[in-house]
T-cell receptor, first 116, second 117 residues
Framework: SQTIHQWPATLVQPVGSPLSLECTVEGTSNPNLYWYRQAAGRGLQLLFY??????ISSEVPQNLSASRPQDRQFILSSKKLLLSDSGFYLC???????????????FGPGTRLLVL | AQTVTQSQPEMSVQEAETVTLSCTYD???????LFWYKQPPSRQMILVIR????KQQNATENRFSVNFQKAAKSFSLKISDSQLGDTAMYFC??????????????WGAGTKLIIKP
């Protein structure tokens, strides 16, 4: 079965410091990968998605970047964190099956980021 | 632009009761997917149920079922025999096709459901 891991689970960082959040998927090949941010009590905002190694698409301009160095690894980064980067970050994966529109997304446990 | 609206910010019911969460969406597409996700206090996002727009039959998963009204663009979630473990935020989501043939989920704001003992 497929599993998705995220670490760290919780992170407290000072403003201006760098960031690296990691997401890995097991039990599947060539997944689509996604990074979301969720503000407290709100829905999810898509930040980045990737359909393959080295292929990153950004949905909103921001202080963050993403990379996919390996098939099942997705990294969210920042060179200098802002207070507004605080939130809950969720990684998700999906597989598009042959025959059309089938792409349920499955989520990792998330990372709580607090920027002080 | 596609939007998803959940008009109930919070609901509260007694254990074992049935509760219905509402969701409406706006799209001009004819084929799409709709989802309900559950987010308990642990904040893990868990898929509850999925509905394909081309299927007339409403999806069911054990105690969870949907009432999908395509013409009305309505996608409500019914939870029967509610349990304390059903306490969570519930999000409705619509699958949108992107320019590069990838897909994006458009999310509602969520409904906080509290099951009381």
């Amino acid at each position: 079965s497929q599993t998705i891991h995220q670490w760290p689970a919780t992170l407290v960082q000072p403003v201006g410091s760098p960031l690296s959040l990691e997401c890995t998927v097991e039990g599947t090949s060539n997944p689509n990968l996604y990074w979301y941010r969720q503000a407290a009590g709100r829905g999810l905002q898509l930040l980045f998605y990737s359909v393959g190694i080295g292929q990153i698409s950004s949905e909103v301009p921001q202080n963050l970047s993403a990379s996919r160095p390996q098939d099942r690894q997705f990294i969210l980064s920042s060179k200098k964190l802002l207070l507004s980067d605080s939130g809950f970050y969720l990684c998700a994966w999906s597989v598009r099956l042959a025959g059309g529109l089938q792409e349920t997304q499955y989520f990792g446990p998330g990372t709580r980021l607090l920027v002080l | 632009a596609q939007t998803v609206t959940q008009s109930q910010p919070e609901m509260s019911v007694q254990e074992a009761e049935t509760v219905t969460l509402s969701c409406t969406y706006d799209t001009s597409e004819s084929n799409y997917y709709l989802f309900w996700y559950k987010q308990p206090p642990s904040r893990q996002m868990i898929l509850v149920i999925r509905q394909e727009a081309y299927k007339q039959q409403n999806a069911t998963e054990n105690r969870f079922s949907v009432n999908f009204q395509k013409a009305a663009k309505s996608f409500s979630l019914k939870i029967s025999d509610s349990q304390l473990g059903d306490t969570a935020m519930y999000f409705c989501a619509f699958m949108k096709l992107l320019m590069d043939s990838n897909y994006q989920l458009i999310w509602g704001a969520g409904t906080k459901l509290i099951i009381k003992p």
